[in-house]
């Protein structure tokens, strides 16, 4: 099976080579957690390999996205400049809509449909990363999220798209973590605190991938400046 790098070499290495390409990928954690990063390694590499990148960004303008990877040794601006990386943010859409399905008090699925995220996702012929979906998880119910969530990765994966979707822990626990079902993947961060050094630690646990031999232990990092996800094995 043919693999697309992580953009993290000592990850790539615990994964076969990397994620499975045209497949779909779930990260979920609680914020700050690096999942934003992770997907960030993913796309600089595969901008730099000469991919074409989509990112949807729910939580962050375009500009953010830049800064934040530009810090972590990144260049993205030169691929977002020159179109490889096109950045959409839905931001707004998402907050008019919950304004009017408050206004309304409709609790029917909204506009902002999990599935139309394939209208926008076209002409990108490689990777695509969601960051945030678990904001569509606010508008509609669980039984909706989940058979729209199927579709699309369905859709997608037909596509020979590979995605990363991203979503937050609340969201995923809200939901059951029914996302994890229809993924080919499924990898956690987390970053809490050791309760015998009360030192804050950071940890990145595959918790599926099929196809693949994973790590059988949660795998400790840290997020450095200038490099962002960097393991602490060897
Ligand atoms: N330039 C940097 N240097 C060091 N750490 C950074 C840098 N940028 C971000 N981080 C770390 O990454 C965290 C944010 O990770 P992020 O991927 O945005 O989390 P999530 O998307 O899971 O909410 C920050 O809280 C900080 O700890
Ligand atoms: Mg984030």
Redesign the pocket.
Known sequence: MKRISTGIPKFDTELEGGYPEGKGILIS??????????GLHLVYRACMDNKNCLYIATEETPEDILV?AG??GMDLRQFYDDGKLVIQRIYEERVYEAISSVEWGTDRPLSSDIIKLKDIITGINDIVIIDNIGVFTLTMPLDVFRAQFDALNHMLSKQGLTTVY?MDETSNRRTDYVAAYSVYGVIK?SRKENPYTNKHERYLEVAKMRNTQIPEEPIMLK???EKGIVFLSD
Do not use: Y
């Open positions: 954690g609680n914020t700050g957690s690096g999942k934003t990063v992770l934040q810090s972590l991203i961060l997020i450095a400046p």
